[in-house]
């Protein structure tokens, strides 16, 4: 069976609305050619609206083109995750469900959380489509004007200053304890249920620190009414070009980047993951997919395969794992 080509007339709208130029045709082997043979689904580990739904519709619409098949975005938010995956693992494991959530949900959520499924094998990254880190934002009100300021304000005040993250056992809270030890200080931390409810906090100036990602912290650093002080990422964001890393400020072990990637249950036919990765990742390279990507606060996801992005996330899972131990922490 030939696979079935976008049309002159699709390409042409799917670049006006988004300035994509689709990618020409990709082999993929005779077994893979009937897939799909219906709607495929991309489940998002996240609300209407957030990070994870936006990247995943930009890709519906280019999905769509290049498969000749409706891709549709279902938002199944809640449990760091966990909820999406066991609606990904719920499903048909033939391709038509596929996941889009951050690579937290195998190097943290299986730590913070007890989880009903086995990160590693019963998940398969098929391609990154977004990178970014956590910025330390704090209240305008704090004396502190820059990184500094605000390192000389904590351990003037020790014992006394305390850092919110979006959920216990994440990466927000460990990037503190990271930060306890390296700068000397002993901030306390103040878990919450989700980014919205903590950074309401930090700007009423009940918790006067956060670590955060840029999709929820940015437009409320861009009103003033968060000050950033410094980001986790290797080089700064190009959304926030004052802000330093923590390299920049003396910690280099603090730039330990995050991303967004697409999952399948790992049985998935192989044939089937390839196409799915191939197709994703010509989406992922176009400039108009890049644009919004930067318009975010991220970095475009990089064209890694299913191995080396195993590799990334175990490694970071190790990394968390280690961490957490070492602060006697307890998943609920």
Known sequence: MKQAQPSARRRALLTGMLGLALPAAFPAPAHAQAWPTKVVRIVVGGPAGGTADILARLLAEGLTQALGKPVIVEQKPGGAGAIAVGTLLSAPHDGHTVLLIQGGIVSETPLALKVSFDPFRDLKPIAQVARTGLVLVGNPKLPAKNFSELLAYIKSKPGQIDYAS?????????????????????????????????????????????????????PLIKAGKLRAYAVAYPKRIPALPDVPTFAEVGFPAMTEPGWMGLWLPSDVPAAVQEKIRNATLAIVQQQGYRKHVEDMGMDNGQPLGSEALSKEARAAYERQAELLRSIGFVPE
């Open 166 to 218: 979006y959920a216990a056992g994440m990466r927000g809270q460990t990037l503190g304890v990271q930060f306890n030890r390296l700068a000397g200080v002993n901030m306390s931390h103040v878990g919450y249920k989700g980014s919205p409810p903590a950074l309401q906090d930090v700007m009423g100036g009940h918790v006067p620190l956060m670590f955060d990602g840029l999709a929820t912290s940015l």
